[in-house]
């Protein structure tokens, strides 16, 4: 049987243009640098001074954002997000977009969790300013998973608003980086567990904004 709104991709590397080819390889490149560097330990001084400074620089009040901002990109909250924003596309049948949405968001938490946590297998820091952060570290799942996430509502809002693209995709990079930042400051991540994942959401990214394109039309 025939299903008439099913994803259908054609011709995927035709659309996936050489800027973001380019930017997507270098992100590749800067994940796997990263990655070697965390675990041979050579970047355990510099995310432990760096954890310090970020707590030692920002202000006492700066805690209150951070628990704030942390929980906003909590899974439990950025699964609502999903949600909602599925249920709105589906009611407008932007079917191709719910669709990559679905499959960007599952596809990055089981690449995340099942695969290169358990692979790295990296322990979080001590003494950590949220009770509810278990598991390993690197990399991180709140980051990766939220980029891409903030990413693709830029780019879906975007498509619908274009005068707008600017400030939604502005809102987007705001959000993830209060989100990285907070992360670090809890001491729930160290600094090259986000940055890694910032690597990995914007693949993550480039790849479901390619298939969507790919999939317009058919």
């Not at 909602?84 to 049948?93: A, E, Q, R």
């Amino acid at each position: 049987m025939k299903i008439k709104y099913l994803l259908k991709p054609r011709n995927f590397f035709k659309h996936l243009n050489r800027i973001n080819l380019f930017f997507a390889t270098l992100a590749l490149s800067f994940f796997i640098i990263l990655s070697s560097l965390v675990v041979t330990g050579k970047l355990k001084t510099f995310d432990d001074n760096l954890l310090t400074k970020i707590h030692t620089t920002l202000p006492n009040w700066f805690i209150y954002i951070a628990k704030t901002s942390y929980f906003i990109g909590e899974a439990e909250v950025a699964v609502w997000i999903v949600i909602f924003t599925l249920g709105f596309l589906v009611w407008k049948k932007y079917w191709n977009e719910a669709q990559v949405l679905a499959l960007s968001t599952l596809s990055i938490l089981i690449l995340i969790d099942k695969i290169f946590k358990p692979l790295f297998a990296i322990p979080r820091p001590i003494n950590r300013l949220v009770e509810n952060a278990f598991g390993k570290s690197f990399p991180s799942g709140h980051a990766s998973g939220n980029l891409l996430l903030y990413f693709l509502l830029a780019y879906i809002l975007s498509q619908s608003f274009p005068k707008f693209k600017v400030y939604f995709y502005s809102l987007a990079t705001f959000l993830i980086i209060l989100m990285g930042v907070s992360s670090a400051y809890l001491r729930v991540h160290w600094v090259s567990d986000i940055l890694a994942s910032y690597s990995i959401g914007y693949i993550m990214f480039i790849f479901s904004i390619t298939l969507l394109k790919s999939s317009e039309n058919n």
